[in-house]
């Protein structure tokens, strides 16, 4: 039997008396952590520039795999590679607009081509997940809102690598006060299935109204990686066909959101009924827009899910400005050996 190398997430507050274990330094991809570390590291990492809500002071999440990790950059990309998976992240400044796009829209089109042209250099084809911060997403400027302006950059990266948006990956795009703006990635050799919801227009297909492009993202996205199902759940939020509902009632939105991650999670389980994915058994990640939601939001959601939730909550501004929480989760499961294909 080949060594499991598959896919690994670690969360490790490294303050907290019994956390994790940190996993072993070779196989580190990377990591997202609230703070920059102290010193330079080997992986890539992002930094989540946003309070943790709480108490907790720090945060770190591993994305890990069994295999000796190769790391590298490539233009502002710092990156890792295992022997089937690729995390990287990308940070670009805004420079000047020019006539072609803003500021924004231009950093979002350059970061972007930079990812498909080192998947393409390293052979990683296939994108699984992207995590997208944008500084002052919901401001307007130059009479177009900032996250339209990052859809248009980010649309025209995907025309010109000639990617087809309904094979978009799993995705989140949050705002942040201020910094660069920060995506991180993680991209494989194999391709994984794409889970729309039927509740909800796909985002790549969302009218007009919503900005001259649209956003290229899928629900959910569903891999495998050695003996293992990975779930990705995109930032979910209270959105039914293409609007909002339950304009400020972060409650209801909560439970629309959650009404959401269900379906998906139905349909993942089609999809790879041994991998056994349960709401409790998802690890998430909670933006609140206003802090002072947070109780709330966390009691509506261990109500939906269980008291033994792990879920960690931020405060981030949400890309339409009347969304007050949005939630993104992923699950890793081992399949049964009998079903495993080696
Ligand atoms: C939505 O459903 C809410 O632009 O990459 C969720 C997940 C959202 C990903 C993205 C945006 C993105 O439209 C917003």
Redesign the pocket.
């Known amino acids: 039997m080949s060594p499991d190398t598959s896919l690994q997430f670690f969360q490790c507050d490294p303050a907290a008396a019994n956390g994790q274990p940190l996993p072993a330094a070779a196989g580190i991809l990377g990591m997202s952590s609230l703070h920059s570390p102290a010193q330079e590291l080997p992986w890539p990492v992002q930094q989540l520039r946003m309070p943790l809500l709480g108490g907790a002071k720090q945060l770190h999440e591993y994305w890990h795999s069994a295999a000796t990790c190769r790391r590298g950059r490539f233009h502002d990309i710092h990156f890792s590679v295992s022997d089937e998976l690729l995390y990287g992240v990308v940070e670009l400044a805004e420079g000047h607009g020019s006539d072609t796009g803003t500021a924004l829209q231009l950093a979002a089109e350059r970061a972007y081509r930079q990812l498909f042209a080192l998947l393409q250099a390293e052979g990683f084809p296939h994108l699984w997940r992207v995590w997208?911060y944008v500084p002052r997403i919901n401001e307007v400027e130059h009479g177009l809102e900032r996250y339209r302006q990052f859809n248009i950059g980010r649309h025209e990266a995907f025309a010109d690598f000639a990617r087809p948006v309904d094979s978009s990956p799993a995705?989140?795009?949050l705002g942040v006060v201020d910094g660069p703006l920060s995506i991180a990635f993680l991209a494989a050799r194999q391709a994984p299935r794409c889970i729309e919801n039927p509740r909800q227009t796909s985002?790549f297909a969302y009218p007009r109204q919503y900005g001259p492009r649209s956003?290229t993202?899928t629900r959910a996205a569903l891999a495998s990686s050695g003996r293992h199902d990975i779930l990705f759940i995109?930032?979910?939020?209270s959105?039914v066909g293409h609007g909002t509902v339950h304009l400020g009632d972060v409650v209801a939105q909560t439970r629309e959101t959650m009404a959401n991650i269900r379906v998906l999670l139905e349909q993942a389980q089609q999809l790879a009924p041994t991998a056994g994915y349960s709401l409790a058994g998802l690890d998430y990640r909670v933006y609140i827009r206003h802090a002072a939601d947070y109780p709330t939001v966390r009691a509506a959601l261990e109500q939906l899910i269980g008291p033994g939730i792990r879920a960690v909550y931020v405060q981030a501004d949400v890309?339409r400005s009347d969304l007050l929480v949005?939630v993104e989760a992923h699950g890793i499961a081992r399949r049964a050996a009998s079903a495993a294909a080696d």
Request: charged share 5%; hydrophobic share 45%.
């Open positions: 997208n995705a989140c795009a985002a956003p993202f995109s930032g979910t939020a959105i890309c949005e």
